[in-house]
């Protein structure tokens, strides 16, 4: 069965950090781009992330030098380090597998297939 389980996210006070994982099951991860996207409560979809096969990077402005994105092929695994987090961080945050992430399509959700489960991100004091 083709899927990404997520994992990590939670309750955190305002300045503190999280890292999300998303992990594929059933197939290999290095063969997709991924992106990570968040939507809160009345809020659209909002593409934050996304790391293309050979590792370069996008990021929406709100979260540049906050979140980082990364890669393990070998755990099959990608990762969102969120640090400095702001109670407008607060979400739902998603994973998801794309053909590619080029500038002009990383952040939009119609171009991603499978979905992870989504994880919740609280940030509160």
């Known amino acids: 069965q083709v899927q990404l389980v997520q994992s990590g996210g939670g309750l955190v006070q305002p300045g503190g950090s999280l890292r999300l994982s998303c992990a594929a099951s059933?197939?290999?991860?290095?063969?997709?781009?991924i992106g990570w996207f968040r939507q809160a409560p009345g809020k659209e979809r909002e593409g934050l992330s996304c790391?293309?096969?050979?590792?370069?990077?996008y990021y929406v402005d709100s979260v540049k030098g906050r979140f980082t994105i990364s890669r393990d092929n070998a755990k099959n695994t990608v990762y969102l380090q969120l640090n400095s987090l702001k109670p407008e961080d607060t979400a739902v945050y998603y994973c998801?597998?794309?053909?590619?992430?080029?500038?002009?399509?990383?952040?939009?959700?119609?171009?991603?297939?499978?979905w992870g489960q989504g994880r919740q991100v609280t940030v509160a004091s």
């Open positions: 790391i293309t096969t050979d590792d370069r990077r």
């Open positions: 059933g197939f290999t991860l290095d063969d997709y781009a």
């Open positions: 998801a597998t794309a053909s590619s992430c080029t500038y002009y399509t990383w952040s939009r959700p119609v171009e991603f297939g499978t």
